[in-house]
């Protein structure tokens, strides 16, 4: 996606902390989103962040959002093998209600 | 609960042909948006409904069309199919397009031959 963009590729090992980056240019959007999708599979919505929201914690996953830098990560403790997937950052703006905007997501690799 | 369903699973077409993709949203989502997505790279809006009327479309040819029904479900069609149209086309729905975060099923996997 032109508007959303990820760093292509992140190995680490089990146990370790992973930590996914985006960079959007919209500073209208309202909603941010992090989903999973595993092989052969379709979006699994992991978390998302609304815009007046510096952090948001759930379980193992933290999404941290910088309005000012326009950048949003994703930190998965503790990361596992059944983690390894593709992760995609998503916007969506409310003026233009039912549309994401999604990168072209990051491939993380779970060694163990 | 179920989740977003789309049918059928997978499907092979030819070049020129037409096809029709259903999708059923999670029960008491009133709002669908249909996505293509290419291998390699993340999905792209084609078409949002929501209460049975078109409420946002993608950068899209007139090839491509749907609408949604009385229950909410949706039909993504594709004419004189191309090549480039070989993609996982993936539904979403949600409760309220502008609050609620969207929900995705599996897709359909289309390949053109």
């Known amino acids: 996606g032109e508007d959303v963009e990820q760093s292509l590729f992140l190995s680490v090992r089990e146990g370790d902390s992973s930590v996914i980056n985006c960079t959007y240019t919209?500073?209208?959007?309202?909603?941010l989103y992090w989903y999973k999708q595993e092989p052969g599979a379709g979006l699994q919505l992991l978390t998302y962040?609304?815009?007046?929201?510096d952090m948001k914690q759930d379980q193992r996953l933290t999404v941290l959002l910088n309005k000012k830098d326009k950048h949003l990560s994703l930190r998965i403790a503790d990361t596992q093998t059944g983690d390894s997937a593709i992760y995609f950052c998503?916007?969506?703006?409310?003026?233009?209600?039912?549309?994401?905007?999604f990168g072209d997501g990051t491939t993380l690799t779970v060694k163990p | 609960d179920a989740g977003v369903t789309q049918s059928p699973t997978h499907l092979i077409k030819t070049r020129g042909q037409h096809v029709t993709l259903r999708c059923s949203p999670i029960?008491?989502?009133?709002?669908v948006s249909w996505y293509q997505q290419v291998l390699g790279q993340g999905p792209q809006f084609i078409f949002q409904?929501?209460?049975?009327?078109?409420?946002g479309r993608g950068n899209f040819p007139d090839r491509f069309s749907a609408r949604q029904f009385p229950n909410y479900s949706s039909e993504l069609n594709v004419n004189a199919l191309l090549l480039g149209d070989s993609a996982l086309y993936l539904c979403?729905?949600?409760?309220?397009?502008?609050?609620?975060?969207?929900?995705f099923g599996d897709g359909t996997r289309l390949s053109i031959l």
């Open positions: 979403a729905s949600s409760s309220d397009p502008e609050w609620q975060p969207q929900h």
């Open positions: 919209d500073s209208s959007s309202t909603y």
């Open positions: 962040i609304f815009s007046n929201m």
């Open positions: 998503a916007e969506k703006k409310g003026a233009n209600a039912g549309k994401s905007t």
């Open positions: 029960s008491g989502h009133k709002s």
């Open positions: 409904y929501y209460e049975k009327e078109e409420r």
